[in-house]
């Protein structure tokens, strides 16, 4: 359930690998920032969904990072045990990248179990990398997450427009951060998206801004140059992205595929 006065939406954010991590949980929940902790490995889980007690603002992902595949996979029993207890599971996917490459199959496996896992289960919100990997995670998605009752979210999309259309179909949402937005090249793109699938997210601490790890007090500034790149009204964008969010959390949006493609004819 989403705080009711919530003014600000930060969906993807690794509030444990700050060093104040406690006072940041604080922070968030005393400026009204709905803040998902993703976690990296499953192990990270149950410190975080302590450290969040008490904290409405505060939501906890279980993860299991595709980067740490390579060392993490036999944490994948722990996770699925932890399962019931999570309803945001992030950051989980996939990455094709050169440095991980040589994991992609076995990555595979785990995201395939963790995406049947979430179909039994059903009542997941999933933030999702995607990384060189945009067309396999859809495949997958479209594979092995059948229940209406999960949402996927593409965390720091860089697919193509096509790739764009057919998440959109699906049902997908897209969080969007800072080094999206400085991206030129994606500019189109984001205008383009449909305004009811957007977030706001950070990906901190992993971007930077003047020189210092982001943090979610940092999400009015992603807001303000989001839509300011879709010609929007910066109070009214935050409030549809708050709108976005207790629509993700409540149900899953019907897609209309035909409209939505329209967007992206060039």
């Not at 902790?37 to 007690?53: C, L, Q, S, Y």
């Not at 990072?65 to 999570?86: C, D, G, I």
């Not at 897209?174 to 937005?181: D, L, V």
Request: proline share 6%; net charge neutral.
């Amino acid at each position: 359930m989403i705080p009711a006065p919530a003014r600000w939406v930060d969906f993807h954010c690794h509030l444990d690998l700050y060093r104040d991590h406690e006072r940041l949980v604080r922070q968030c929940d005393e400026e009204k920032i709905v803040t998902l902790g993703v976690t990296t490995t499953p192990k990270a889980f149950e410190r975080n969904a302590e450290i969040a007690i008490g904290y409405p603002y505060a939501l906890v992902g279980l993860g299991l990072h595709p980067q740490l595949v390579s060392e993490r996979a036999r944490e994948l029993p722990l996770f699925e045990r932890l399962l019931p207890r999570a309803h945001y599971v992030g950051e989980v996917g996939l990455d094709a990248g050169p440095r991980f490459y040589a994991s992609f199959q076995e990555q595979r496996r785990i995201f395939e179990r963790i995406l049947r896992a979430c179909d039994e289960q059903g009542n997941k919100v999933l933030s999702i990398h995607s990384v060189r990997s945009v067309s396999k995670v859809l495949r997958e998605l479209e594979a092995n997450l059948r229940n209406s009752t999960c949402v996927p979210v593409l965390h720091w999309f860089t697919g193509t427009r096509s790739e764009a259309a057919r998440a959109i179909e699906m049902g997908c949402y897209f969080s969007i951060n800072i080094e999206m937005i400085r991206a030129e090249k994606m500019h189109g793109l984001l205008r383009a998206l449909p305004a009811d699938r957007l977030l706001t997210e950070t990906d901190g601490p992993f971007v930077t801004v003047e020189d210092r790890p982001i943090r979610p007090t940092d999400i009015p500034v992603t807001v303000s140059l989001l839509a300011e790149i879709r010609a929007a009204d910066s109070g009214l964008f935050a409030q549809k992205i708050l709108e976005n969010l207790r629509m993700l959390t409540s149900s899953r949006p019907s897609p209309e595929p035909k409209k939505q493609l329209n967007l992206f004819k060039t």
